[in-house]
């Protein structure tokens, strides 16, 4: 077979926000294990850049050093994007990849789509075709328009692949590979950093954890919960009233705590059953969650997380973009309804709860499948034969 590096390009890897590391570092393994594979360059738009959501996670996940940081930032949806873009257009055109691989929803990662698909270079996006049908969520709008300019599209769930049917996206583009979080999950569950060690660190009682029925995690971040105070006020009552039937564990997102402050709801935090942490590690996060009686979350990732886990999981949106998670695993959706979440949080505590299974391809070797399949891909693209 010919060499291919010199014919190839380097294939670019985009991360911007915490949930794509999870993503992105089995993948980069997986490259630089699949022969024939041209050499991938980490990318960071810099969209997150706290130690806590971002270097943490790095050296958690065993993230190399980002090859290139663009250093957005934060801004508006239209300032960050448009930054991304500004900064990413450079790049694409000092190393000519022979493709971008963008994972999840975030702005980045419409961003750095938009930019490769305008100059021609192959979009790979993983993790798509899910689809909350909520156009008010921004990641709905991110996950629709990055599909549409993707030439090759991996899914994590086979729902996924009507959705894009419905969309025009030819189905020779979407090929069906698993789930890679549950790679990183998989890769960290030995490596976990015990609960009451976690509260311990940050000055909180890890005897709190001690009671009967264990304790849940809460994690809780969509503009559609926190921005509006009023409905922030609402959300942290019905936290207050779990709490007395179960110690929670809440590591706070920095949009969540400021918004606290900010409308003034600082002492509904004050609640001893209530441990309010900083933003947590991977491994400090997969400790909590792996041994949590219940999560009560609206974070697309924790609804996988704890379908793969078996811990029951109560999501606090109105929809999910993840629906085998409600199908076949442990999730339960239950919006802001105070009545709801008390009698899921019984049922659970009484011995029921969604048990679930974990879907199919959600085995710890998606990053391989998808190391196989593009490394062929792209050989197949420049044309070299074997
Ligand atoms: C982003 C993603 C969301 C993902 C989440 C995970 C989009 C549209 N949203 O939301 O899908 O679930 O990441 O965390 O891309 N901030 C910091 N430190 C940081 C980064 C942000 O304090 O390192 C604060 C800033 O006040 C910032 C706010 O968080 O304005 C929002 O950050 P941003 O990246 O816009 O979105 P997230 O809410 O983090």
Same mark, same amino acid.
């Given at each position: 077979?010919?060499?291919?590096?010199?014919?190839?390009?380097? %294939?670019?890897?985009v991360?911007?926000?915490?949930?794509?590391?999870?993503?992105?570092?089995?993948?980069?393994?997986a490259?630089? =294990?699949?022969?024939?594979m041209?050499?991938?360059?980490?990318v960071?738009?810099?969209?997150?850049?706290?130690?806590?959501?971002?270097?943490?996670?790095?050296?958690?996940l065993?993230?190399?050093?980002?090859?290139?940081?663009l250093?957005?930032?934060?801004?508006s949806?239209?300032?960050?994007?448009?930054?991304?873009?500004?900064?990413? &257009?450079?790049? %694409?055109?000092?190393?000519?990849p022979?493709?971008?691989?963008?994972?999840?929803?975030?702005?980045?990662?419409?961003?750095?789509?938009?930019?490769?698909?305008?100059?021609?270079?192959?979009?790979?996006?993983?993790?798509?075709?899910?689809?909350?049908?909520?156009?008010?969520?921004?990641?709905?709008?991110?996950?629709?328009?990055?599909?549409?300019?993707?030439?090759?599209?991996?899914?994590?769930?086979?729902?996924?692949h009507?959705?894009?049917?419905?969309?025009?996206?030819?189905?020779?583009?979407?090929?069906?590979?698993g789930n890679?979080?549950?790679d990183?999950?998989?890769?960290?569950?030995?490596?976990?950093?015990?609960?009451?060690?976690t509260?311990?660190?940050?000055?909180?009682?890890?005897g709190?954890?001690?009671?009967?029925?264990?304790?849940?995690?809460?994690?809780?971040?969509?503009?559609?919960?926190?921005?509006?105070?009023?409905?922030?006020?609402?959300?942290?009552?019905?936290?207050?009233?779990?709490?007395?039937?179960?110690?929670?564990?809440?590591?706070?997102?920095?949009?969540?705590?400021?918004?606290? &402050?900010?409308?003034?709801?600082?002492?509904?935090?004050?609640?001893?059953?209530?441990?309010?942490?900083?933003?947590?590690?991977?491994?400090?996060? %997969?400790?909590?969650?792996?041994?949590?009686?219940?999560?009560?979350t609206?974070s697309?990732? %924790?609804?996988?997380?704890t379908?793969?886990?078996g811990v029951?999981?109560?999501?606090?949106? =109105?929809?999910?973009?993840?629906?085998?998670t409600?199908?076949?695993?442990?999730?339960?959706?239950?919006?802001?309804?105070?009545a709801?979440i008390? =009698?899921?949080?019984?049922?659970?505590?009484?011995?029921g709860?969604?048990?679930?299974?974990?879907?199919?391809?959600?085995?710890?070797?998606?990053?391989?499948?998808?190391?196989?399949?593009?490394?062929?891909?792209l050989?197949?693209?420049?044309?070299?034969?074997?």
């Amino acid at each position: 077979m010919k060499s291919a590096d010199h014919r190839i390009g380097p %294939v670019l890897c985009v991360v911007g926000a915490r949930p794509n590391y999870m993503k992105m570092a089995p993948l980069l393994r997986a490259f630089a =294990a699949q022969p024939g594979m041209p050499p991938a360059l980490l990318v960071h738009t810099g969209q997150h850049y706290d130690f806590a959501l971002n270097d943490k996670l790095f050296v958690d996940l065993e993230l190399p050093a980002p090859d290139v940081n663009l250093e957005v930032g934060s801004g508006s949806h239209a300032v960050q994007t448009a930054e991304v873009m500004k900064r990413f &257009e450079p790049v %694409v055109d000092a190393q000519q990849p022979s493709c971008v691989v963008v994972v999840g929803d975030v702005n980045s990662t419409l961003a750095c789509s938009l930019v490769a698909a305008k100059k021609l270079v192959p979009v790979v996006h993983v993790e798509a075709g899910l689809r909350s049908f909520d156009r008010t969520m921004p990641e709905e709008i991110n996950r629709v328009l990055t599909d549409q300019i993707s030439d090759l599209l991996y899914t994590t769930e086979r729902d996924a692949h009507d959705n894009l049917a419905r969309e025009g996206i030819a189905a020779e583009r979407v090929v069906f590979v698993g789930n890679l979080m549950i790679d990183s999950l998989q890769a960290a569950l030995p490596k976990a950093v015990a609960p009451e060690e976690t509260v311990r660190r940050e000055g909180g009682d890890p005897g709190l954890l001690r009671h009967p029925k264990g304790f849940g995690v809460v994690t809780l971040h969509r503009p559609s919960n926190v921005d509006d105070p009023a409905t922030l006020r609402e959300v942290l009552g019905i936290l207050g009233e779990v709490a007395q039937r179960l110690p929670l564990v809440w590591p706070i997102h920095p949009r969540t705590r400021a918004n606290v &402050e900010r409308a003034g709801l600082a002492s509904l935090l004050a609640n001893p059953r209530l441990i309010c942490l900083p933003p947590q590690g991977y491994l400090e996060m %997969v400790g909590l969650m792996s041994r949590a009686t219940l999560a009560l979350t609206d974070s697309g990732g %924790v609804q996988e997380e704890t379908t793969a886990l078996g811990v029951p999981c109560l999501t606090m949106r =109105a929809n999910t973009e993840r629906p085998i998670t409600i199908e076949q695993g442990t999730n339960t959706l239950v919006g802001r309804d105070r009545a709801k979440i008390l =009698a899921c949080v019984e049922e659970i505590l009484s011995g029921g709860g969604k048990r679930g299974r974990v879907p199919e391809y959600w085995d710890g070797r998606t990053a391989g499948r998808i190391a196989m399949h593009l490394g062929a891909w792209l050989q197949r693209r420049a044309g070299v034969t074997g």
